[in-house]
């Protein structure tokens, strides 16, 4: 047996021998399933995330390249719209930003987010007609 021929059959036996390489299924977990964990009775549930837009209304079609959103989240939430920060969230959650509109639908997307906490989202289509 040559050497190549050597190497190639060490390494099958080591795949058979180790296990490394298997035909079966998913492995099953070990253990019994978790379920999480609740809410102590003293402390009540956390309220959730909140996001509402008041403006502009979803589908509304403009005449204007520049658009103001406006609307209402947690204080302390990270928000962003078509994937950039927005600054400026008051002291009550309220905030607004402009976007610049390209010609025809433009899907704009908010997500809230809350560390230890899931986040929000909203869609809304706006079409603009110059």
């Not at 704009?108 to 809350?114: D, G, R, T, W």
Request: overall charge negative; proline content about 9%.
């Amino acid at each position: 047996m040559n050497s190549r021929n050597l190497i190639v059959a060490s390494a099958i036996a080591l795949v058979l021998l180790l296990g490394v390489f298997s035909c079966a299924g998913p492995s099953p977990v070990s253990g019994p399933p978790t379920t999480p964990a609740t809410p102590s009775a003293s402390k009540p549930a956390p309220a959730g995330l909140t996001l509402s837009v008041s403006e502009p209304a979803d589908e509304i079609t403009v005449n204007q390249n520049t658009l103001r959103i406006a609307g209402r989240t947690e204080p302390d939430a990270i928000l962003s719209v078509n994937g950039n920060i927005i600054t400026g969230i008051d002291q009550n959650g309220d905030f607004a930003t402009a976007l610049s509109l390209s010609e025809g639908p433009n899907v704009i997307e908010l997500i809230a987010s809350k560390y230890g906490e899931n986040q929000v989202s909203k869609t809304l289509t706006v079409i603009y007609i110059p």
